[in-house]
């Protein structure tokens, strides 16, 4: 199963946009990458999800590289409450029905008045 | 709306009692997991189900069962608590394709043992 790091936190300040980046060098050719956005005592909220090149949506966009070996979250114009943390998942289907998803440790992101 | 309900927020066990929590989905998916998130560690999966009666284990089952007797529920056991065993524990449900958006967890409980 393919494994995820990203890094522990990152600061930033409102207005800007923040990119996260996620390695997964042993993701598989039927894997596919998505993103949690988790606050406390919150369970993880679904973001996004793409398989390679680019995808968009109301809160955020993903960029994935042609060798899948990385992604990067990008989150436009962070406001305070984006203050969370944020999980790179690759999930790996394992047959009919049947998958599994593979967290990483998360990032936390502050963003800062 | 999708609704993933965990029978408990919070909960307080003593070491040796034997711990059940529950997980309940409504959206009729076919997959269940059960992870623990500790500070520094993320989420991590204890065990999941793709089916009624299936389960397979995940990265640490070691002091945890489950059962899956009708497919909207899926239990996690705690044979005999011990002190390491608390946690925050999540349940997320999700449909039977990883390229779907349907996948959703539920509030989570916070469980100490004493």
């Known amino acids: 199963l393919a494994k995820t790091t990203q890094p522990i936190s990152m600061d930033s300040y409102e207005g800007q946009e923040v990119n996260i980046t996620c390695s997964h060098n042993n993701i598989a050719t039927n894997d596919y990458i998505t993103w949690y956005q988790q606050f406390p005592s919150q369970g993880p909220r679904f973001i996004i999800q793409g398989y390679k090149t680019k995808v968009t949506n109301e809160v955020a966009s993903l960029f994935i590289p042609a060798d899948r070996k990385s992604s990067t979250l990008s989150l436009p114009r962070v406001s305070l409450s984006d203050t969370a943390v944020y999980y790179c998942?690759?999930?790996?289907?394992?047959?009919?029905?049947?998958?599994?998803?593979?967290f990483g440790k998360g990032t936390k992101l502050s963003v800062i008045p | 709306d999708v609704k993933v309900t965990q029978s408990s927020r919070y909960l307080v066990k003593r070491t040796g009692e034997k711990v059940f929590l529950e997980c309940v989905q409504d959206?009729?998916?076919?997959?269940m997991f059960w992870y623990r998130q500790d500070p520094g560690l993320g989420l991590r999966l204890i065990y999941f189900s793709y089916d009624v009666k299936m389960k397979e284990k995940g990265d640490i089952p070691e002091g945890y069962s489950v059962s899956r007797e009708k497919k909207e529920r899926f239990s996690l056991i705690l044979e005999s608590a011990s002190t390491n065993q608390t946690s925050m524990y999540l349940c997320?449900?999700?449909?039977?394709?990883?390229?779907?958006?349907?996948?959703?967890f539920g509030p989570g409980t916070r469980l100490l043992v004493l």
């Open positions: 959206m009729d998916h076919e997959n």
């Open positions: 998942l690759v999930g790996t289907q394992r047959g009919a029905g049947s998958y599994q998803l593979t």
């Open positions: 997320a449900s999700i449909a039977d394709r990883v390229d779907q958006e349907t996948q959703y």
